[in-house]
């Protein structure tokens, strides 16, 4: 079996995080929507007031991915939650585990900051993604092509691996 280890990312890693949105980017076919930067990445998420938080998943010692987050707050449940801005895995890492382990390293972190809802949205046409969501328990809201893990769900994932 091959080890995949999440960890949080350092500023050392600002060059591999700007590769991964622009990887990401590339598959989405919106490389030219994007403007981030290295001094831009390095104030927005490693500056004074962090904007949202990044996780690098490593294959077997080499990084194959990454998650960016950030903390969102329910006023309905009166309770904080995870929005995951952006997922992306390394053509080569795929269907390896990488994806599924990112989402449920997030479905834990959720439960341990008191949270109550993981959610995020999708590209319309991005089928795979969609699939892949909908198999770990996911389900798009009808006025909003986002995702939620609630509840036993959100519990069932945080367990699985």
Do not use: C
Not at 33 to 53: C, N, Q, T, W, Y
Not at 106 to 126: C, M, P
């Amino acid at each position: 079996m091959r080890n995949i280890h999440i960890a949080s990312a350092t500023e050392s890693q600002v060059p591999l995080i700007l590769y991964f949105i622009r990887q990401l980017a590339e598959y989405e076919k919106l490389l030219h929507k994007v403007e981030a930067d290295e001094a831009r990445i390095r104030e927005s998420l490693f500056g004074p007031k962090p904007a949202a938080e990044v996780l690098i998943a490593y294959l077997d010692g080499e990084a194959a991915g990454f998650a960016i987050f950030f903390a969102t707050y329910s006023t309905f449940l009166g309770k904080p939650g995870i929005y995951l801005e952006d997922l992306f895995v390394e053509p080569k890492f795929r269907g390896q585990g990488v994806g599924k382990a990112l989402l449920v390293y997030l479905a834990k972190l959720t439960l341990e900051r008191g949270g109550a809802r993981f959610e995020w949205s999708v590209l319309n046409w991005n089928e795979p993604s969609i699939q892949f969501y909908q198999r770990l328990g996911a389900e798009p809201l009808a006025q909003w092509t986002m995702y939620r893990v609630i509840g036993e769900k959100l519990e069932k994932l945080a367990q699985t691996l």
